[in-house]
Nanobody
């Protein structure tokens, strides 16, 4: 069983930065896909970035390319989302997700594909 705990959200002005953390407890190895998703009330949860922990480049949604970066600290079982040049439209609840890949393939953008979810951390960007 894997548990994910997000932190690092907050309120910032447009143009500011935040770094979100997702700490995974339980066993996550290189066969996992992980992702950051976000949701605003009344809208579907959308993918921000997905990444295969075992290697390869992250896949980003167009709206955050060039502004957000992702990194991982395997020793701490932590996935980070560095968000720079924040915009009002980045506001939302940010969730970390994970799924083990039993066979080789690509990480999905479909939220229902993921097995494990954190409780979310709120990001509010004022314009």
């Amino acid at each position: 069983q894997v548990q994910l705990v997000e932190s690092g959200g907050g309120s910032v002005q447009a143009g500011g930065s935040l770094r979100l953390s997702c700490v995974a407890s339980g066993y996550i190895d290189s066969r996992y896909c992980m992702g950051w998703f976000r949701q605003v009330p009344g809208k579907e949860r959308e993918g921000v970035v997905v990444i295969y922990i075992g290697g390869g480049s992250a896949d980003w949604t167009d709206s955050v390319k060039g502004r957000f970066t992702i990194s991982q600290d395997n020793a701490k079982n932590t996935l980070y989302l560095q968000m720079n040049a924040l915009k009002h439209e980045d506001t939302g609840m940010y969730y970390c997700a994970a799924k083990r890949m039993d066979i080789a393939g690509s990480c999905s953008w479909w939220r229902k594909w993921y097995t494990y979810w954190g409780q979310g951390t709120q990001v509010a960007v004022s314009s």
